[in-house]
């Protein structure tokens, strides 16, 4: 065992990048969530926007139009999933799960020639000065663009919920759609918008792991991730600063664990892998009361 | 049904059409294949599906290819396999260790159809056991990666800790260290075969800890990706040659070949000479290819590497040669002795030197 | 401008023509998608939809159906109570999870002693246990810290995933497997192996239990004061409340009840079809379930028949993969299809859309 191989400032420095996809993933899901929507299909969106961030950023040879395709890829998956479930009053929990089969198939199939395709290269930005402060400099300014996207949109959707009007009536439309509709507020229109943000969040984050992270295209590559970002929000209790929190303990694990058994430190792999799930367990106990969204997962209609 | 056939065997047949050669009087022999991941993984599965289509090919229009993708290992396996007897398959691969007990169940219902199943130890009167000595090609990286790290660190991607990783561990291990007294391998599993992501996190972490060489027992290109990004570090292919990263970092491979033994194992069925075997072939029956030493390797290197692995194929040295002691210190074997297949095929140690434990 | 009207009662004529309508409209969007995709439309819809039925190797498939529909209704079932009082439990995968481990777990430490009358119940109540605990901990957290059920349930699925992992290459490994992962192959051992009763039928223990829950829970929902309390329960939380149904106890016994079938459902197939502990022994039954049990409205006969749809995409669409190269992506994306398509014109059922003039406020 050999604790001093493990490089603190490259285990933090990867954990960014390791966090990025699920963080991307988990603030627009938290933002779906806000609104009174329980969309479980983030998983199906992901692995689409992987394959659609790969299509477009192999056919037009420019990585950030990749991510505006995997963008809009995993906007027209949840674009599905607001139809059924705004317009046709479809069960959320059923629908997501639907959407989640759809969008593993519906990737394989739009993928299915770009399995020996390469992205354009994704450069790491050098910010300059503040990447050669000791320490700080290489964890936190020496990444690809895409890991402070991930930061803007959530310190965005943090302003957004806490200072904007248009967040209140967000939160409003979450917490009590009947209310929120007596006072005039167009509920099923505001959560499409909700739902659509979340697509496509979920699409730059499958998109991250299939242009920047891997970088190439398999099928079923997501493995997982779209859950863990359902996770996340549910340990950031709907809070985008304690988000940030939860994306880094999930992504930490995994690069945790893998570092220690680097240095050889037998480490019962399971055991560890599970222990961020538990951990969400007991911060919902903690949190208790109350704290989701009222409207969580409920079918809103007008005239009832 | 009979339409449905034509259709299926529609490519097939304009294809002799285009040979010129005559199409048979009788049906043509239907194969099938039983794959666990997805054809185009490009790793384990595509290069099975690549050696089948080879088979048909070679055949022209005699042999008739059926197959089935990402099979999950289980009651699924079997009904997959029960189809394809009543599509008529004559012969069907189970190409994951998985599907080990699902073929030998279905094996037992249908005594009149040919199982070959992959990478396990069951046989039946009619269920053959095929595998290949990776471990020969890992002597031949193990050398190369002893030869070429400067940090003396090396990095080893564990897949799922069954006895065929171990092995090529080892025998890695064993030859890296013949070659350079001072290295050291740290291991990592991943508890996959294919995981693109936690590849490229696994490779990421392993260079980070100062290791300039990664040694892969799992499918994707993205631990090469990931060396690529790094600059001075080394890799190898897995199951697929991967020379698209050549000639740095990826400085060889080992590259699955089943084609000579999936037409080998055919003919024999087309002959009526099928007899249950448990082929274990390596690099001299070619089961087991040698991807092209890169020219970032020196000369004498990869002359010494090429040497071994003509030894190999020759039949004149054996990758697990004594001395060799366990982890534990204990012997295991002595000078000059040569591990039996036996102990090999069920290895579940590590030798002396190698750090840490399997996991279980 | 169209509205939608709620309907003063579900429509009779809907509830039985709406999944017609939505398998027709599945038929021909799937049936285009596969004329894209180079195939053969017609023919690839009967080998999904007729050939497992009535084909000519319908012999070989229904005794496939049946066993991939018995988890499919055991699972959906016991959620159905559930979901009619609002009580969301998704982590129905890691409870089948936890009743294999333990059914297998229980077979594994008599093994290799013979008592098949003993041994075999054993398991039956082991792997309901198992499923029961594991269910039981998202409904005490709900009871005593008003804890969100679907999020706690849903964790423990990865939880259940790990230790699943961790079984199969440590505890419950093989001694005899010669090094590779996975338990012993209870198909192999006479006092645990859960078979067909009939030879060739598919009709194992699991499949007469999904059958006999069937029956149980048509009952209970339609005559006995349970199913009413449930339906009460999801309709009008208070007004459960004032007739004295003590929400509580409904959380911990719904859970219970859904926890103990996807238990036994877990028991029952790695007794039987699956055979081994193995990390690749759950593939998404749980899950599905959900989706079954949507489907067939949470009425009994409906899971019954929704469970059947589902196995019948399944097996045919391995067919059609087989037959006419089918991708299986193809076929993936053919299911997802088929189940928005359901969940879609269940609207009709409940609502009736209006023509009107102007747009309602």
Not at chain 1, 274 to 299: C, F, H, N, Q, W
Not at chain 2, 86 to 96: A, D, E, N, V, Y
Request: hydrophobic share 50%; net charge neutral; charged share 15%.
């Amino acid at each position: 065992m050999d604790l001093s191989a493990i490089n603190p400032i490259l285990l933090l420095a990867s954990l960014m990048v390791a966090a990025t996809p699920i963080m991307l993933a988990a603030i627009g899901e938290l933002v779906v969530e806000r609104a009174g929507v329980l969309n479980l299909g983030v998983e199906g969106m992901m692995i689409t926007g992987a394959a659609c961030g790969m299509i477009f950023a192999y056919n037009t040879g420019n990585a950030w139009l990749g991510f505006a395709g995997a963008a809009a890829g995993g906007m027209a998956l949840s674009f599905l999933f607001a139809i059924l479930t705004q317009y046709f009053l479809s069960n959320q929990v059923a629908t997501g799960l639907a959407l989640t089969l759809f969008g593993l198939g519906l990737s394989a199939l739009l993928g299915q020639n770009y399995a020996e395709a390469r992205p354009p290269a994704f450069p790491k930005m050098d910010i300059p000065i503040l990447s050669d402060i000791p320490v700080l400099g290489p964890i936190a300014f020496n990444h690809d663009p895409m890991v402070y996207v991930g930061l803007i949109l959530v310190a965005g959707v943090w302003a957004f919920l806490k200072f904007s009007r248009a967040g209140l009536v967000l939160r409003a439309v979450g917490e009590n759609h009947e209310a929120a509709h007596a006072l005039g507020y167009h509920v099923i229109r505001i959560r499409i918008l909700a739902i659509l943000f979340g697509g496509a969040c979920a699409g730059l984050g499958g998109a991250y792991i299939s242009l920047v992270r891997v970088p190439q295209w398999t099928e079923g590559m997501t493995a997982g991730a779209g859950w863990i970002a359902l996770a996340i929000v549910v340990f950031a209790g709907w809070k985008p600063v304690r988000l940030l929190l939860g994306a880094y303990l999930f992504g930490g694990v995994t690069v945790l664990q893998l570092n220690l058994q680097a240095a050889g430190l037998a480490i019962p792999v399971e055991y560890l892998s599970m222990s961020p799930y538990i951990a969400t367990i007991l911060v919902l106990v903690i949190l208790s009361a109350g704290r989701a969204p009222g409207s969580l997962g409920k079918t809103f209609h007008a005239s009832r | 049904m009979k339409r449905r056939t034509l259709l299926a065997t529609g490519t097939t047949a304009a294809m002799a059409a285009v040979l010129g050669a005559p199409l048979r009087a009788q049906e043509p022999l239907k194969v099938g294949f039983v794959y666990v991941g997805p054809i185009n993984d490009g790793g384990w599965t595509q290069h099975h599906h690549h050696s089948a289509k080879e088979m048909e090919e070679h055949f022209g229009g005699a042999v008739e290819l059926l197959y089935q993708e990402s099979v999950p290992e289980g009651p699924d396996a079997e009904r997959v396999m029960t189809q394809m007897v009543r599509q008529g398959c004559k012969l069907i691969f189970t190409t994951s260790f998985g599907y080990m007990d699902p073929t030998i169940n279905v094996a037992a219902r249908f005594p009149d159809v040919k199982f070959e199943h992959a990478t396990g130890y069951k046989t039946a009167e009619n269920v053959s056991a095929y595998s290949a000595r990776f471990y020969e090609g890992r002597a031949i990286q193990g050398t190369l990666a002893g030869r070429m790290t400067k940090s003396n660190k090396i990095g080893y991607i564990g897949s799922v800790p069954i006895p065929e990783v171990v092995r090529g561990i080892n025998s890695a291990f064993i030859h890296a260290r013949k070659v350079n007294p001072d290295v050291e391998f740290k291991i990592v599993w991943i508890f996959e075969w294919l995981n693109p992501a936690k590849e490229a996190d696994a490779a990421k972490v392993l260079i980070e800890q100062g290791c300039d060489v990664i040694l892969q027992h799992t499918d994707s290109t993205a631990p090469h990706a990931a060396a690529k990004e790094a600059g001075n570090v080394y890799t190898f292919g897995q199951a697929a040659d991967m020379a698209e990263f050549g000639p740095m970092p990826r400085i060889s491979s080992i590259i699955d070949n089943w084609a000579p033994y999936y037409i080998e194992r055919t003919q024999a069925v087309l002959d009526g000479t099928w007899t249950s075997v448990n082929t274990w072939d390596g690099i001299g029956a070619g089961m087991v290819g040698i991807g092209e030493i890169s020219s970032a390797v020196p000369e004498e290197y990869k002359a010494e590497a090429e040497a071994m692995r003509d030894a190999i194929a020759a039949g004149d040295y054996h990758p697990f040669t004594g001395p060799i002691n366990k982890q534990d210190g204990s012997p295991w074997l002595a000078e000059g002795d040569v591990a039996d297949d036996g102990t090999l095929a069920g290895l579940s140690f590590y030798v002396e030197g190698i750090e840490g434990d399997i996991p279980s | 401008m169209l509205t939608l009207e709620k309907r003063p009662q579900p429509s009779q004529a809907w509830t039985y023509l709406a999944p017609l309508v939505a398998v027709v409209v599945t038929m021909i969007v799937g049936g285009a998608v596969f004329a894209m995709l180079g195939k053969p439309p017609l023919e690839s819809i009967r080998t999904i939809f007729w050939d497992p039925l009535f084909g000519e190797f319908a012999a070989f498939d229904r005794p496939e159906l049946v066993k991939k529909a018995g988890p499919l209704v055991l699972i959906a079932l016991g959620l159905s109570f559930g979901f009619r009082a609002g009580i969301w439990n998704i982590g129905a995968e890691g409870q089948y999870i936890m009743g294999a481990i333990f059914g297998a777990g229980i077979a594994l430490a008599f093994y290799p002693m013979e008592a098949r009358w003993l041994i075999f119940p054993l398991m039956i109540i082991a792997g309901m246990v198992g499923g029961m605990l594991w269910a039981m901990i998202p409904g005490l957290l709900k009871v005593k810290f008003k804890t969100n059920e679907i999020l706690v349930s849903l964790m423990l699925v990865y939880v259940a995933d790990f230790m699943l992992d961790s079984m199969s290459l440590g505890l419950l490994r093989n001694p005899e497997g010669h090094g590779f992962p996975g338990s012993r192959n209870l198909q192999q051992y006479a006092s645990a192996y859960n078979g067909d009763l009939i030879a060739g039928t598919g009709l194992h223990w699991g499949v007469i239990a999904a059958l006999f829950a069937v029956v149980v829970s048509y009952i209970a929902l339609s005559r006995h004061i349970f199913g009413f309390n449930v339906r009460l329960a999801g309709q009008s939380p208070r007004a459960a409340a004032f007739s004295g149904v003590n929400a509580n106890r409904l959380v911990l016994v719904c859970m219970g009840i859904s926890g103990a079938l996807a238990g036994a459902a877990g028991m029952f197939e790695v007794a039987g079809p699956s055979g081994q502990i193995l990390s690749s022994f759950n593939v998404g039954y749980g899950f599905t379930a959900i989706i079954v049990a949507f489907l067939g409205r949470l009425h009994p006969i409906g899971i019954l028949l929704a469970g059947c749809l589902m196995a019948l995409t399944y097996i045919g669409g391995e067919t059609a993969q087989l037959t006419l190269g089918l991708p299986r992506s193809a076929v993936q994306l053919f299911q997802g299809m088929l189940l928005f398509f359901l969940l879609a014109v269940d609207l009709f059922t409940n609502f009736r859309i209006r023509l009107t003039a102007k747009e309602a406020a």
